[in-house]
T-cell receptor, first 115, second 113 residues
Framework: AQKVTQAQTEISVVEKEDVTLDCVYE???????LFWYKQPPSGELVFLIR??????QNEISGRYSWNFQKSTSSFNFTITASQVVDSAVYFC????????????FGQGTELSVKP | DTGVSQDPRHKITKRGQNVTFRCDPI?????LYWYRQTLGQGPEFLTY????????KSRLLSDRFSAERPKGSFSTLEIQRTEQGDSAMYLC???????????FGPGTRLTVT
């Protein structure tokens, strides 16, 4: 069975703190993609990053960084020096080649950044 | 270029009525997906199209639900004989092919009273 688990339901930090959002996935497929999406209070899902199963290289984009480890089936997301505008629900998602590319989402982590 | 658009943004209907939602994907995107999101949950897959062909339907999509994508352009999702359990946000997304990111529309929030 394919599954995405985001064990942290809610995280609250103070502005400028670093925060890591955890994502663990399950699949037996060898060809898949992982994604992170942000859903701000306005409601629209915003794409942040994708990673394919053959590329374990970590990535940094500004204050955002992602750590993909196949050995632990994890794809964690770190925000450095968090800002109030980072407050949102963040979703990790899995897409399998053998299942038409539909996204299998985790439950989401609600991040609250307080000034 | 515009992103994915959905219409209407909000729909309030009485139980037993039929409703239809529309999604206009990004023009060059071949794939179109429908998801449903309830409060506090991640979106759940409903169905998807590759051009005009509907290739997969979730078990969540009862026979009261039907979706079309005529000519591989916009798509419609119809719910017949709505039930209170159908109240949710209905999201549409489009992408190029497998592996590419899906871009989401703003959603249609359905409330069944």
């Amino acid at each position: 069975a394919q599954k995405v688990t985001q064990a942290q339901t809610e995280i609250s930090v103070v502005e400028k703190e670093d925060v890591t959002l955890d994502c663990v996935y399950e699949t037996r497929d060898t060809t898949y993609y992982l994604f992170w999406y942000k859903q701000p209070p306005s409601g629209e899902l915003v794409f942040l990053i994708r990673r394919n199963s053959f590329d374990e290289q970590n990535e940094i984009s500004g204050r955002y960084s992602w750590n993909f480890q196949k050995s632990t089936s994890s794809f964690n997301f770190t925000i450095t020096a968090s800002q109030v505008v980072d407050s949102a629900v963040y979703f990790c998602a899995l897409s399998l080649y053998n299942q038409g590319g539909k996204l299998i989402f985790g439950q989401g982590t609600e991040l609250s950044v307080k000034p | 270029d515009t992103g994915v658009s959905q219409d209407p943004r909000h729909k309030i209907t009485k139980r037993g009525q039929n409703v239809t939602f529309r999604c206009d994907p990004i023009s060059e995107h071949n794939r179109l997906y429908w998801y449903r999101q309830t409060l506090g949950q991640g979106p759940e897959f409903l169905t998807y199209f590759q051009n005009e062909a509907q290739l997969e339907k979730s078990r969540l999509l009862s026979d009261r639900f039907s979706a079309e994508r005529p000519k591989g352009s916009f798509s419609t999702l119809e719910i017949q004989r709505t039930e209170q359990g159908d109240s949710a946000m209905y999201l549409c997304a489009s992408s190029l092919v497998f592996g590419y990111e899906q871009y989401f529309g703003p959603g249609t929030r359905l409330t069944v009273t």
